[in-house]
């Protein structure tokens, strides 16, 4: 009979930019959605992510260079946890705590949060380890992103969070090479390089990306080289978090191209 009185919890709240995740009792595994509006209070705010009131993720919100300062400016979040733990958080930021920018406006900025598993399946978390953007939820074969869209991610190693920006280079018909360090792409119009590979070409030959690899200039800092294979790496402890070298066989469909947050890729 007491149990009609108890109290249920909400499986997931927020307050200013913390996000709560009540996952224990009814709530473990149960999947819901919140959408609601955050008001920012600082330049450049984090969001900071509580499972059980217990501090588990914290995503910087880095700011782009035409709006360095989102004090005072709101985002309209959805959270969804999933049955199998997951979460996933995008939103879109506006100067409107009512409206917000369609995806066809100049001003679209979204932020999406790379999707997490909670405590009770983190040991899964280490199966995206090294992976790309599709197998970690940060796109979606047969969607194409908006490039007002910016993701968060996190690194594998040592979780700080940084932000990507992006190019469908499959669209824009480009072959995309990272430098040793990650702080620059390379993009090279199909047709500019003798057997330069396209996207999504599956059957990739060692010899001739090497020989494609040859032609290409040095970073503008002088360090390293560009290649086919190398990883995007953290910018915090230079782990590769989309590890190409260990992971070869996801390189072909990995279309979309990226550069850090306010970076422009380099064209040959």
Known sequence: MFGLFRKTRNRIEVKNSDVFIDNQKDNLGKATELRTVIEFKEAVPNIRIFENNKLFKTFKIDTLKDNPDLSGQY??????????????????ISKSKTTFPEWTDLN????????????????QNLTFKGKGLFTRGLHFSGVVTPGGV???????????????????????????????????????????????????ENIIDENVIKSVEEKLPKPKNGNGSFKYYNPFRCPHCLTPYIDFENNK???????????????????Y
């Open 249 to 267: 066989s996801i390189r072909p469909n990995e279309y979309y191209g990226n550069t850090y947050i306010n970076c422009e890729p380099t064209r």
């Open 150 to 200: 910016r993701n968060i991610c996190l690194c594998d190693s040592c979780d700080k969070s940084f932000t990507i920006q992006h190019f469908h280079s499959g669209f824009s018909q480009l072959q995309y090479f990272y430098s040793s360090d990650s702080k620059e792409t390379l993009i090279v119009p199909y047709g500019a390089i003798e057997n330069l590979p396209t996207q999504l």
């Open 75 to 92: 985002l309209h979040i959805s959270i969804r946890t999933l049955q199998n733990s997951g979460v996933m958080i995008d939103g879109i």
């Open 108 to 123: 679209y900025e979204v932020i999406r949060l790379q999707p997490f598993l909670l405590s009770d399946k983190k040991d």
